[in-house]
Nanobody, 117 residues
Framework: QVQLVESGGGLVQAGGSLRLSCAASGSINGFNTMGWYRQAPGKERELVATATSGGVAIYGDSVKGRFTISRDNAKKTVYLQMNSLKPEDTAVYYC???????????WGKGSLVTVSS
């Protein structure tokens, strides 16, 4: 059973920084894409950032230049460094990983990030 566990969320003031981590556990041979999505109250889940196993990253327009995604493939962990946070970044952040062989999508349970103005 593969599990993704997020950590690092919390409350921060506007302009501050947070770093999210997502660690995968269980029997799996690795992931193609690992990344982050977020869902704010009353809104649909949206892409924040994803990264391939080779390090190619894609960012949502609203976070470009402020957030940085990185991966440690050996540790099956993905990180999201969030700088210059804005109140509109407030959301539950979900980790997603796509299994390399089966293509199965795995999701974490989410980590709440709250940015106060």
């Amino acid at each position: 059973q593969v599990q993704l566990v997020e950590s690092g969320g919390g409350l921060v003031q506007a302009g501050g920084s947070l770093r999210l981590s997502c660690a995968a556990s269980g029997s799996i041979n690795g992931f193609n894409t690992m990344g982050w999505y977020r869902q704010a109250p009353g809104k649909e889940r949206e892409l924040v950032a994803t990264a391939t196993s080779g390090g190619v990253a894609i960012y949502g327009d609203s976070v470009k230049g402020r957030f940085t995604i990185s991966r440690d493939n050996a540790k099956k962990t993905v990180y999201l460094q969030m700088n210059s946070l804005k109140p509109e970044d407030t959301a539950v952040y979900y980790c997603k990983a796509v299994a390399r062989i089966s293509g199965t999508n795995y999701w974490g349970k989410g980590s709440l990030v709250t940015v106060s103005s």
